[in-house]
């Protein structure tokens, strides 16, 4: 391989101001390569720019060849430097970073105000259809009765002025409610069970009829 040592030294060194012109340059780093086994073809355009532009002719190289020991280590020094510049070339820009998810707040639910508590009271007794009844005011309204029968029971009843019922039930539970007044008889007390507004009521256990009337309040 007939390159002037100090020309090889240019090439090992990647200082391509040092080599002899483009022509020379470029004719060097394909010959150095031939030697190495490595393709410099990618080198050339910075060689050929970084060239003086004056071509000098080269100098006759010296015979002999340099130790085999220092051909050895400059080949594995430019091998290594043309491998990493020919991966560095190769990679493409750096990913961007993935996007970062935002954590959700979870969101409080929204609590629904409760209902206020009804209040059943008992205000009296009177006589209703003709039998004694007591007297109830619920409060908020409206009042309502859940009637559940175990035997045969006629009953009646009035909400708000309007007749609802005046029938016999045999079993069975059934509700009336009212907004403002709610009239009740029942025939067979012993065979029902009742709640107004969720206040069992106390009808007794005697075979006469008997009645409620329960009137609401804001």
């Known amino acids: 391989m007939k390159i002037p040592r100090r020309f090889l030294e240019a090439l ?3 200082d391509w101001e040092r080599l002899p012109g483009k022509t020379y340059g ?3 780093a394909r ?3 031939r030697f190495l086994g490595v393709d410099v073809q990618p080198l050339l355009p910075t060689a050929v720019a970084a060239a003086r532009e004056a071509e000098p002719a080269p100098p006759a190289a010296r015979g002999g060849r340099p130790p085999t020991a220092a051909l050895i280590a400059i080949a ?3 091998l ?3 491998f ?3 991966v560095y070339a190769s990679q493409g820009p750096a990913p961007a970073p993935a996007p970062q998810k935002t954590a959700k707040k979870t969101q409080t639910p929204k609590q629904t105000p409760s209902s206020p508590a ?3 009271t008992a205000t009296g007794k009177g006589t209703l259809f003709g039998w004694p009844a007591t007297d109830y005011q619920v409060s908020p309204g409206p009042a309502k009765i859940t009637i559940t029968f175990s035997g045969p029971c006629w009953i009646k009843v009035v909400a708000d002025g309007a007749q609802l019922a005046a029938v016999t039930y045999r079993s069975g539970t059934y509700s009336f409610s009212a907004s403002q007044d709610l009239q009740v008889l029942f025939g067979n007390p012993p ?3 009742a709640t107004l507004s969720g206040t069992p009521l106390a009808l007794g256990r005697g075979a006469s009829p008997v009645a409620i009337q329960a009137s609401t309040a804001p």
Do not use: M, N, P, Q
Request: aromatic share 12%; charged share 15%.
């Open 191 to 193: 065979d029902v069970s």
């Open 12 to 14: 090992e060194e990647g």
């Open 31 to 33: 010959t150095y390569g």
């Open 84 to 86: 990493g510049w020919i």
């Open 26 to 28: 470029r004719a060097f």
């Open 76 to 78: 594995l020094v430019v």
């Open 118 to 120: 009804v209040t059943v």
């Open 80 to 82: 290594a430097a043309t």
